[in-house]
């Protein structure tokens, strides 16, 4: 069965300092990996996916997520932490081809920054 | 570009009645939609997805009876919330999917329903 663990509940950083949220996954085949942010009272916004290809995929707003097989994570990285990043992570997934098969979601991860 | 909206963002209805939110992509076309629900400080749980002149495909769990789904147009799709319990509040969040980019939803800001 297909699934998605964000082991951690909450992660608490200092402004400047690097970040991670992390991901592991359990799919058959290969699998597509995504991160989303909420902000409080507002929708989803997508950051980044990994398709294929460079297993380092860039994203919006200085996001970067690291695709390892062998370890089947997913984590979300960012060099220096902003106060403004603070919101809910949310890592998904999907196995196999594509044509908007339905996501699979972590509980998600409460990034706090502090100033 | 890929900006879904929702109305209403927020409503607040008696017990009994029926609510019904828009979900729209204001410049793409979806032909797929999906409808979530998420309660405080909790992960989405998909409710159904809605594809564009067919009938809805519901979640295990998920009364179809109760969130009437329709997906009339490609760039349309409307979730009815009928007799409404206050057990139904949430924040129900609607997604797109983009032609191209199959694989990357597009969401909606949500909807908070209150019922009292």
């Known amino acids: 069965a297909q699934s998605v663990a964000q082991p951690e509940d909450q992660v608490n950083v200092a402004e400047g300092n690097p970040l991670t949220v992390k991901c592991t996954y359990s799919?058959?085949?290969?699998?597509?990996l995504f991160w989303y942010v909420q902000y409080p009272n507002r929708g989803l916004q997508f950051l980044l996916k990994?398709?294929?290809?460079d297993n380092l995929v860039k994203g919006s707003y200085g996001f970067e997520a690291e695709f390892n097989k062998s370890q089947t994570s997913f984590h979300l990285k960012k060099p220096s932490a902003l106060v403004s990043d603070s919101a809910l992570y949310f890592c998904?997934?999907?196995?196999?081809?594509?044509?908007?098969?339905?996501?699979?979601w972590g509980l998600g991860t409460s990034l706090a920054v502090n100033p | 570009g890929a900006v879904v909206s929702q109305h209403p963002s927020w409503v607040i209805c008696k017990s009994g009645t029926s609510v019904k939110i828009e979900c729209r992509s204001l410049?793409?076309?979806?032909?797929?939609m999906f409808w979530y629900r998420q309660f405080p400080k909790q992960s989405l749980m998909l409710m159904a997805t809605?594809?564009?002149?067919?009938?809805?495909?519901?979640e295990q769990g998920v009364e179809k009876d109760k969130f009437l789904i329709n997906h009339a147009s490609l760039t349309l799709s409307t979730l009815t919330v009928t007799s409404a319990h206050p057990e139904d509040s949430s924040f129900y969040i609607c997604?797109?999917?983009?032609?191209?980019?199959?694989?990357?939803?597009?969401f909606g800001p949500g909807t908070r329903l209150t019922v009292l």
């Open positions: 998904a997934l999907t196995g196999n081809a594509g044509n908007n098969r339905k996501l699979i």
């Open positions: 809605s594809n564009e002149g067919s009938k809805a495909t519901y």
């Open positions: 990994y398709i294929t290809g």
């Open positions: 410049d793409f076309q979806a032909t797929t």
């Open positions: 799919v058959s085949g290969n699998p597509y």
């Open positions: 997604s797109a999917g983009l032609a191209g980019s199959p694989d990357t939803q597009y």
